[in-house]
């Protein structure tokens, strides 16, 4: 095996792309909460910031780097879990939470992990792939706002919306973290800091997507 | 208060690695406080050689914490309830009159189970033999102060030093991850002159090792350092993965 191929079969390789790629996916939701703002400022603000985007020359690069982040991530993230099932064989009788180490996020990372990826698909789904419609006297500008609040006038779909957002909270306020530990960045001095941070972090998107949900929801679809 | 207790003990009992095991039940009476819990089991062990049954299988040596023999699980945590205490060290009056008290052996996929709660923890040793240790003359000890090193520095590596090679960080890990042991082992070394000079080397063949023989990957979720009974922190982990990931672009030479 050549020394590239050995560094990512071993499970510090394995886990170190799994941190570089889930940083650089929390750094991708802060652009898109951000971006999601647009929308509260009007229909026109957040549909030529959505036009802008896709304009943009190198879109189907980034697009394309976007994709092998969440799938790099969620491929190297369910094989750990995987293998991790397969070191202990022999479950132990007795679990007892001591309180010390581990806790509900740290412990169901493939779980909340696995509601992301299939939300992730539906969302793309429902939304970048989903019904186009038009603004009226623009030339090929999609009116994407129209389409969130018809979505998201479907109760349904506010409910599931929310449910994928609180388990992307709990995933990143482990997650978060826990990649600065993994990449080596892990010291008394900022340790403290990064755990608060990590919390801020999952609270902030969180928040900060179901509100967006919430406030499209209360629209009715736009014809109030 | 009486200070003699009764205890209701579950133990695991297997025959050999190759045989299912199962929970037995055994009951302790005339416990003081004061007696260590591998003490409790020697008791135990002394009535069932006197009833002709075949008494529980353990591993023991230096009974005061420094040789890392005396694995098993107490009610679900590594050597028991007692913070930085290995089981030999920790005392009965930790528990109460009438407490049931449930002993496994470590559960990974690495340490065979060889009869009752003595597992095979060689896999500890392998980790070691891939490169635990230093390869360069020294010749004879240095001059003192001939090598400077920083206190702050000396002190992590005892502390990473302290490392009795138990198997608590793995058998307590949910992924039986073998991290913290490998972490402290390469700590101890790289932080010092000596130990530097083949750290990169050293740190990929053990961690390759560790990862062959079956232990999990580390997914942060700090039960280690819970566990060990040298309180080695999960800062040893991110050191050792700062320097394994230097490896990628760098060498010893
Ligand atoms: C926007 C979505 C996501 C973000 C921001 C994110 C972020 C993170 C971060 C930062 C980590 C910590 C990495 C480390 O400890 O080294 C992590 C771990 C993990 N992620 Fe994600 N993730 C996302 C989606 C997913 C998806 C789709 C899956 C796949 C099913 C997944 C599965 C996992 C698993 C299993 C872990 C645990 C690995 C570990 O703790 O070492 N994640 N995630
Ligand atoms: S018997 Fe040596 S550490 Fe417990």
């Avoid at chain 1, 990826?117 to 539906?122: A, D, G, K, S, V």
């Avoid at chain 1, 989903?130 to 979505?151: A, T």
């Amino acid at each position: 095996m050549s020394w590239v191929s050995s560094y990512f079969a071993s499970s510090v390789g394995k886990k170190s792309v799994m941190a570089l790629t889930g940083l650089s996916l929390v750094g991708f939701l802060v652009v898109h909460l951000v971006g999601n703002i647009n929308m509260l400022i009007g229909s026109d603000a957040f549909n030529h910031y959505s036009h802008f985007l896709l304009s943009f020359e190198g879109i189907y690069v980034l697009e394309a780097v976007l994709a092998a982040l969440f799938l790099l991530h969620a491929f190297f993230g369910l094989m750990i879990a995987f293998q991790n099932s397969q070191a202990r064989p022999d479950s132990y009788s007795v679990q007892t939470k001591s309180g010390r180490g581990t806790t509900f996020a740290s412990s169901t990372m493939p779980y909340t992990g696995t509601i992301i990826l299939i939300f992730l698909i539906l969302h793309l789904f429902d939304l970048k792939f989903g019904e186009h419609y038009s603004v009226p006297n623009e030339e090929g500008v999609r009116d994407i706002y129209k389409l969130v609040l018809v979505y998201f006038s479907k109760p349904l779909h506010v409910a599931w919306y929310i449910i994928a957002m609180i388990s992307l909270a709990i995933h990143t306020s482990h997650g978060f973290w826990s990649a600065f530990q993994t990449l080596g960045f892990s010291h008394p001095k900022y340790d403290g800091f990064l755990r608060k941070s990590s919390i801020a972090y999952a609270v902030l998107v969180g928040a900060g997507f179901s509100f967006f949900a919430i406030w499209a929801y209360l629209q009715h679809g736009g014809n109030v | 208060m009486s200070d003699e207790m009764t205890l209701y003990l579950q133990v695991w009992r297997q025959k050999d690695s190759k045989s299912k095991g199962g929970f037995q039940n055994y009951k302790v009476e005339n416990v003081s406080g004061d007696m260590s819990f591998l003490e409790m089991l020697d008791m135990l062990n002394e009535n069932l050689a006197r009833e002709g049954k075949d008494p529980i299988q353990y591993d023991h040596d230096c009974r005061e914490g420094i040789c890392g023999a005396c694995s098993c699980m107490i009610n679900g945590e590594a050597h028991g309830p007692g913070k930085k205490t290995t089981t030999c060290e920790m005392h009965m009056r930790h528990f109460n009159d009438g407490d049931a008290i449930i002993i496994e052996p470590w559960r990974a996929k690495a340490f065979p189970v060889l009869k009752d709660l003595a597992v095979d923890r060689s896999a500890y040793d392998k980790i070691i033999m891939a490169g635990g240790f230093i390869e360069v003359k020294y010749g004879n000890a240095p001059e003192a102060n001939s090598m400077m090193v920083g206190k702050e520095v000396a002190d992590f590596a005892m502390d990473n030093a302290a490392c009795i090679g138990c198997g608590a960080c793995a058998a307590a890990c949910p992924n039986a991850s073998a991290m913290l042991f490998t972490a402290a082992k390469t700590t101890q070394l790289s932080l010092l002159p000596q130990g530097k000079v083949e750290s990169k080397k050293r740190v990929q063949s053990m961690i390759k090792k560790m990862d062959e023989l079956g232990f999990g990957n580390c997914t942060n979720e700090r039960l280690c350092e819970a566990a060990c009974p040298k309180g080695i922190s999960i800062i040893s982990i991110a050191r050792m993965n700062r320097e394994y990931m230097g490896t990628l672009l760098k060498s010893d030479y």
